[in-house]
């Protein structure tokens, strides 16, 4: 058993209005350092085989075919054993 563990961001061209909002926010509260926030989504797949790269494999294959918006996001993932 194998744990991917996947990080979804917009590209950096893309345009992130929720990222702006809460760098807004932020700033509202006095953190006047942060000069930039970018909003993504996280996800975990718990993959149910003995090879690694049959693992990952099967995360990146997921990550085109539906997690990831391959025109305006980018992914990144690391694949580890599980104890389960």
Do not use: W
């Not at 760098?23 to 993959?47: A, F, M, P, Q, W």
């Amino acid at each position: 058993m194998y744990v991917a563990k996947i990080l979804i961001t917009l590209r950096k061209t893309i345009l992130d209005p929720q990222g702006k909002a809460v760098e807004h926010s932020l700033k509202s509260l006095g953190y006047d350092s942060i000069k930039d926030t970018r909003i993504g989504k996280y996800v975990e797949l718990k993959i149910d085989e003995k090879d690694e790269s049959v693992a990952r494999t099967i995360a990146d294959e997921a990550c085109r075919k539906l997690l990831a918006n391959s025109v305006m996001e980018d992914y990144s993932f690391d694949v580890i054993k599980s104890e389960e």
